[in-house]
């Protein structure tokens, strides 16, 4: 079995998924638990949040084209959430977090086995997308 039909009928819906859970899990941290989000992070839900509408309407008009549209916005989420978490671990930009704002960027609310932050979740998603849609666009060519 190709694996171009199954991208074809479920990656937009994939892509979609994704970013919803996304999207609800950084609503989650803010809205229930309260974690005040910094300025990288609202500059990752501003590319984040409209991804779940443009898939959304794309898987349900079945608008394969929308790669066009989502991989800018997956791609420089990804690098910011990369720029972010290299913030948070490692002392190459921990100069430039205390200049972030009222919320500092190197905040860690959550610290999962060590290594999972928000950030690392947010490039997780950001790279499924990107992934999925250029498995999309590369299904979508002839």
Sequence with gaps: MSWKPFIRENGLQLSWAVALVATLGS????EILHYLPCKLCWYQRIL???LVIILGIASVRKERQMYLYVLPMSVW?????LYHYLMQKTDWFKSAATGCGPIPCDVDYINWLGFITIPFL???AFLLI???????????RK
């Design 27 to 30: 609503l989650y941290f803010s």
């Design 48 to 50: 984040m949040y409209p």
């Design 122 to 124: 947010a490039l997780i």
């Design 130 to 140: 990107t992934v999925l849609q250029a498995l999309v666009w590369a299904a979508d």
């Design 77 to 81: 989420g990804a690098g910011i959430s």
